[in-house]
């Protein structure tokens, strides 16, 4: 039973523009999300966070947006660069996981030149 | 400058042979984690450990075993048990101190079957 979801396996966007990246979940105790970006061959570096008190955080051209009714966040990336090209994988806790995170399956961007 | 370390990057394996991975941190943080990733797969929670001398069974823990006797050091032995062991394994380590945790991942080592 797959508690966090990234449906979509890739995404491509031009240099420039918007990339969304979208993460859906199902377990309703979760109130702490991470969006970490991995390169091939690496460790995966943490990107940008929010807790379930928030409905947006930013961090220069990161942005995650939460719905909690939804059950549902996304990663906006503003404007995107060649070097955003990574897996970007979401990640879900709460308080009561013992500091268990539950990660998606990652989402290839590829941002074209 | 402060970080996690895994060695070796790569490593074999052959038949029925255990071989252990490495992994060490200089960030003071009282939790280390193992995650398994396979292509197209998410991170799979192998172990944690919340405490010296304590560790839990993650989500796929068999074939596996851990240790943590020192705080900086959690390596991870993959038994002869694990049927299927080739595969990316990362290395995690977090502050516990509330509900807002982030962990911060080593460079990984991929594990491959001669």
């Known amino acids: 039973d797959q508690q966090v979801k990234q449906n979509s396996p890739s995404l491509s966007v031009q240099e420039g523009r918007i990339s969304i990246l979208n993460c859906d979940y199902t377990n309703s105790m979760f109130d702490y999300f991470l969006w970490y970006k991995k390169y091939p061959a690496e460790g995966p570096t943490f990107l940008i966070s929010?807790?379930?008190?928030?409905d947006k955080n930013e961090d220069g051209r990161f942005t995650v947006f939460l719905n909690k009714s939804a059950k549902h966040l996304s990663l906006h990336i503003v404007p995107s660069q060649p070097g955003d090209s990574a897996v970007y994988f979401c990640a879900a806790t709460s308080a009561g996981a013992n500091s268990k995170l539950t990660f998606g399956k990652g989402i290839t961007l590829s941002v074209r030149p | 400058d402060g970080g996690i370390t895994q060695s070796p990057k790569y490593l074999f394996r052959k038949e029925g042979q255990n071989v252990t991975l490495s992994c060490e941190q200089n960030?003071?943080?009282?939790?280390m984690y193992w995650y398994r990733q396979d292509p197209g797969q998410g991170l799979r929670l192998i172990y944690y450990?919340?405490?010296?001398?304590?560790?839990q069974k993650g989500d796929i823990a068999e074939g596996y075993s851990v240790s943590r006797e020192k705080k900086e050091s959690f390596p991870l032995t993959v038994t002869s048990a694990q049927k299927n062991p080739t595969a990316f394994y990362l290395c995690?380590?977090?502050?516990?101190?509330?509900?807002?945790?982030?962990?911060?991942f080593g460079p990984g080592t991929r594990l491959l079957v001669l």
């Open positions: 450990s919340q405490i010296v001398n304590d560790f």
């Open positions: 960030l003071n943080h009282d939790a």
């Open positions: 929010i807790s379930s008190i928030k």
């Open positions: 995690a380590s977090s502050s516990p101190g509330g509900v807002q945790e982030t962990q911060y």
